[in-house]
C-alpha cells in the first residue's frame, strides 16, 4: 500500500466542525423500551443489566440481531473467545443496530467466529501473557518493567470485557479456552506490600494503578491506596486507568466516585503530584455526550489531564480518518487528550485485529499535521521484552516474513543480572495474512518443521 492510500479525506477534515455529539437513544433498542432516565443514568443498574450472553444480547437487540451473527457469535464463545462475554447497556447503545455486521464497537467487543482469520487465528509467537508482565512483577500484582515506571494490578476484573486485553491471563473469569490466573495474595496484603515496595524504591517516579479496571476496586479502598501513594516523596506521576469512563460513564458520574476523585485531585494538587485519568476509546461512536459530561469535572478537581489510549484494530479504526474522527471527538467534544495508539499485542485469538507494521507507519505518518502537537498521539509498539516504542523506531524490519526487530537502553528486573543484555534484539511480528505469499508459505515451514520436531522429540 503506498502512502497516498493513508491519506486524510475531505470528509474528514470537515468533520471538526461538526455540531455537538447527540446521545443515542437507549429507547430505540427493544431490551430498553421501557428504561427510564434515572435508571439508565444509574451506574447500578448499568452493572446489574450488562450484557453476558447471546440470548441476553438477543433480548436487547431484538431484529436486530439475526440468526446467523448470533449463532457466529455464540461459536466464537465457544471455540476462541478469551474472555467472558460482559458489554454495559450504555457500550450497546453506541453500537448501530442496524448493520450490526460492520458496527467497529461490535467487532470489538462481541467477536463473531468468521470476524477471525480462519487459517491463523493466532501468530504462532501470541502468548497468553505476550508482554512478560508477570515475569516483571516485583511482587503479586506490581510490574517493575521500566526503570523509573511501575504498574499496580488492584484489581483483576473490569465492567467489561475486551477480547483484545494484554491482561486476559489474569483479568476476568475463566472461559472455555483459557483458564485465568488467580491472585494468591488478599488485596490488603498486596497493597499494603506494594506501597512498602514502592516506598523503598525511590528510582520509582510514575505509577499507573490499574488491573483491571479502577472502577472495580471499591471506593474506599481506592481511596486509601492512591491517598498513601501520594504521599510517598518519589512518586511524582499517577496515572489511574480506566475504560469505563468511556464504558460506563455512569460510574464516574456517581455522587460517591466524583466525591472520591474530588478528594484525590485536591490531594494530589497540595502535594504536587500530577495525576491523571486514562480511558480507552477505540471509535469516535463511543464518544457521547454522558462521556463527556463524565471527564469534565477532572481538572477542575485537580486532574492534570484525562487521556486516551486507543488500540489499533483492523476493521475498528485501522484508517487515518477512524483516528483523525476518534480523536477530534475526543479532544472536542470531552477534552479527553489522545495520548497513545498501540498496535495491538500477540494475544491468543487477535490475528484479525492485527495490522502490520508498516500500515501503523504509514498512519502515524498521515494523521500528521492535522491535530494540535500535543493532541497527536504517538503509534506504538509495545514489543514483548521491550516495552513501548515509536513505530517508527524498529532497527530492521523483514517485510517479507513480517519480523521486526527492536532495541531499548534500559534493564527490566528480569534482566538486571543478565551479562548478555545489552544490545539484545527483540521480535514483533506482522499477521500472517498480511504477508506476501512467500512470507506466508515461510512460516507454514516453519510451523510444520516444529511440529515434526514436537513429534520426534516426545518419541
Same mark, same amino acid.
Given at each position: 500500500?503506498?502512502?497516498?492510500?493513508?491519506?486524510?479525506? =475531505?470528509?474528514?477534515?470537515?468533520?471538526?466542525?461538526?455540531?455537538?455529539?447527540?446521545?443515542?437513544?437507549?429507547?430505540?433498542?427493544?431490551?430498553?423500551?421501557?428504561?427510564?432516565? &434515572?435508571?439508565? !443514568?444509574?451506574?447500578?443498574?448499568?452493572?446489574? !443489566?450488562?450484557?453476558?450472553?447471546?440470548?441476553?444480547?438477543?433480548?436487547?437487540?431484538? #431484529?436486530?440481531?439475526?440468526?446467523?451473527?448470533?449463532?457466529?457469535?455464540?461459536?466464537?464463545?465457544? &471455540?476462541?473467545?478469551?474472555?467472558?462475554?460482559?458489554?454495559?447497556?450504555?457500550?450497546?447503545?453506541?453500537?448501530? =443496530?442496524?448493520?450490526?455486521?460492520?458496527?467497529?464497537? &461490535?467487532?470489538?467487543?462481541?467477536?463473531?467466529?468468521?470476524?477471525?482469520?480462519?487459517?491463523?487465528?493466532?501468530?504462532?509467537?501470541?502468548?497468553?501473557?505476550?508482554?512478560? =508482565?508477570?515475569?516483571?512483577?516485583?511482587?503479586?500484582?506490581? +510490574?517493575?518493567?521500566?526503570?523509573?515506571?511501575?504498574?499496580?494490578?488492584?484489581?483483576?476484573? /473490569?465492567?467489561?470485557? /475486551?477480547?483484545? /486485553?494484554?491482561?486476559?491471563?489474569?483479568?476476568?473469569?475463566?472461559?472455555?479456552?483459557?483458564?485465568?490466573?488467580?491472585?494468591?495474595?488478599?488485596?490488603?496484603?498486596?497493597?499494603?506490600?506494594?506501597?512498602?515496595?514502592?516506598?523503598?524504591?525511590?528510582?520509582?517516579?510514575?505509577?499507573?494503578?490499574?488491573?483491571?479496571?479502577?472502577?472495580?476496586?471499591?471506593?474506599?479502598?481506592?481511596?486509601?491506596?492512591?491517598?498513601?501513594?501520594?504521599?510517598?516523596?518519589?512518586?511524582?506521576?499517577?496515572?489511574?486507568?480506566?475504560?469505563?469512563?468511556?464504558?460506563?460513564?455512569? !460510574?464516574?458520574?456517581?455522587?460517591?466516585?466524583?466525591?472520591?476523585?474530588?478528594?484525590?485531585?485536591?490531594?494530589?494538587? =497540595?502535594?504536587?503530584?500530577? $495525576?491523571?485519568?486514562?480511558?480507552?476509546?477505540?471509535?469516535?461512536?463511543?464518544?457521547?455526550?454522558? %462521556?463527556?459530561?463524565?471527564?469534565?469535572?477532572?481538572?477542575?478537581?485537580?486532574?492534570?489531564?484525562?487521556?486516551?489510549?486507543?488500540?489499533?484494530?483492523?476493521?475498528?479504526?485501522?484508517?487515518?480518518?477512524?483516528?483523525?474522527? $476518534? /480523536?477530534?471527538?475526543?479532544?472536542?467534544?470531552?477534552?479527553?487528550?489522545?495520548?497513545?495508539?498501540?498496535?495491538?499485542?500477540?494475544?491468543?485469538?487477535?490475528?484479525?485485529?492485527?495490522?502490520?507494521?508498516?500500515?501503523?507507519?504509514?498512519?502515524?505518518?498521515?494523521?500528521?499535521?492535522?491535530? #494540535?502537537?500535543?493532541?497527536?498521539?504517538?503509534?506504538?509498539?509495545? +514489543?514483548?521484552?521491550?516495552?513501548?516504542?515509536?513505530?517508527?523506531? %524498529?532497527?530492521?524490519?523483514?517485510?517479507?516474513?513480517?519480523?521486526?526487530?527492536?532495541?531499548?537502553?534500559?534493564?527490566?528486573?528480569?534482566?538486571?543480572?543478565?551479562?548478555?543484555?545489552?544490545?539484545?534484539?527483540?521480535?514483533?511480528?506482522?499477521?500472517?495474512?498480511? $504477508?506476501?505469499?512467500?512470507?506466508?508459505?515461510?512460516?507454514?515451514?516453519?510451523?510444520?518443521?516444529?511440529?515434526?520436531?514436537?513429534?520426534?522429540?516426545?518419541?
Amino acid at each position: 500500500m503506498t502512502r497516498g492510500a493513508a491519506r486524510i479525506s =475531505e470528509p474528514a477534515i470537515a468533520a471538526a466542525f461538526e455540531p455537538a455529539l447527540e446521545e443515542p437513544d437507549w429507547r430505540r433498542l427493544p431490551g430498553y423500551r421501557g428504561v427510564a432516565a &434515572r435508571e439508565w !443514568h444509574s451506574a447500578r443498574w448499568q452493572r446489574r !443489566h450488562s450484557v453476558r450472553s447471546v440470548s441476553e444480547l438477543a433480548a436487547v437487540l431484538g #431484529p436486530a440481531l439475526d440468526d446467523e451473527l448470533a449463532a457466529d457469535i455464540l461459536r466464537d464463545q465457544q &471455540r476462541h473467545a478469551t474472555m467472558p462475554m460482559l458489554v454495559p447497556p450504555h457500550m450497546l447503545n453506541t453500537m448501530r =443496530e442496524d448493520d450490526l455486521r460492520a458496527d467497529p464497537v &461490535r467487532r470489538y467487543m462481541l467477536p463473531a467466529l468468521s470476524d477471525r482469520d480462519p487459517d491463523w487465528p493466532s501468530h504462532p509467537r501470541a502468548g497468553r501473557d505476550p508482554l512478560g =508482565e508477570s515475569d516483571m512483577w516485583a511482587l503479586e500484582g506490581l +510490574v517493575h518493567r521500566y526503570p523509573s515506571k511501575a504498574l499496580v494490578e488492584l484489581a483483576s476484573t /473490569c465492567p467489561q470485557y /475486551c477480547g483484545h /486485553c494484554t491482561r486476559m491471563d489474569l483479568v476476568g473469569p475463566s472461559t472455555p479456552q483459557v483458564t485465568k490466573y488467580s491472585f494468591r495474595m488478599r488485596p490488603r496484603e498486596r497493597f499494603d506490600a506494594a506501597l512498602e515496595y514502592l516506598r523503598r524504591t525511590p528510582a520509582i517516579r510514575d505509577v499507573v494503578v490499574s488491573g483491571g479496571d479502577v472502577a472495580n476496586v471499591p471506593v474506599r479502598r481506592l481511596t486509601e491506596f492512591v491517598s498513601a501513594l501520594l504521599e510517598i516523596p518519589s512518586i511524582r506521576d499517577v496515572r489511574l486507568a480506566s475504560k469505563s469512563l468511556i464504558a460506563l460513564p455512569q !460510574h464516574f458520574l456517581a455522587p460517591e466516585v466524583t466525591a472520591t476523585m474530588e478528594l484525590l485531585g485536591g490531594l494530589a494538587r =497540595e502535594r504536587g503530584v500530577a $495525576l491523571s485519568l486514562h480511558t480507552h476509546a477505540n471509535h469516535a461512536n463511543q464518544i457521547t455526550p454522558l %462521556v463527556a459530561r463524565a471527564a469534565a469535572p477532572f481538572r477542575d478537581w485537580g486532574f492534570r489531564d484525562v487521556r486516551n489510549q486507543s488500540v489499533l484494530l483492523r476493521g475498528v479504526n485501522d484508517t487515518a480518518d477512524d483516528i483523525l474522527a $476518534l /480523536c477530534r471527538a475526543a479532544l472536542d467534544h470531552a477534552a479527553i487528550t489522545p495520548y497513545y495508539v498501540y498496535m495491538c499485542d500477540m494475544v491468543p485469538g487477535c490475528e484479525h485485529w492485527r495490522t502490520p507494521l508498516w500500515r501503523a507507519q504509514e498512519l502515524q505518518h498521515a494523521i500528521m499535521g492535522f491535530l #494540535p502537537g500535543y493532541a497527536t498521539p504517538r503509534i506504538v509498539c509495545d +514489543v514483548p521484552g521491550a516495552g513501548k516504542l515509536w513505530v517508527h523506531q %524498529v532497527d530492521a524490519y523483514d517485510r517479507e516474513r513480517g519480523i521486526s526487530a527492536w532495541s531499548k537502553r534500559y534493564r527490566t528486573v528480569v534482566e538486571r543480572d543478565d551479562p548478555d543484555a545489552d544490545g539484545r534484539r527483540y521480535h514483533y511480528y506482522d499477521p500472517i495474512d498480511t $504477508l506476501p505469499a512467500a512470507g506466508r508459505a515461510w512460516w507454514q515451514a516453519s510451523i510444520s518443521h516444529q511440529q515434526q520436531q514436537a513429534v520426534a522429540t516426545s518419541r
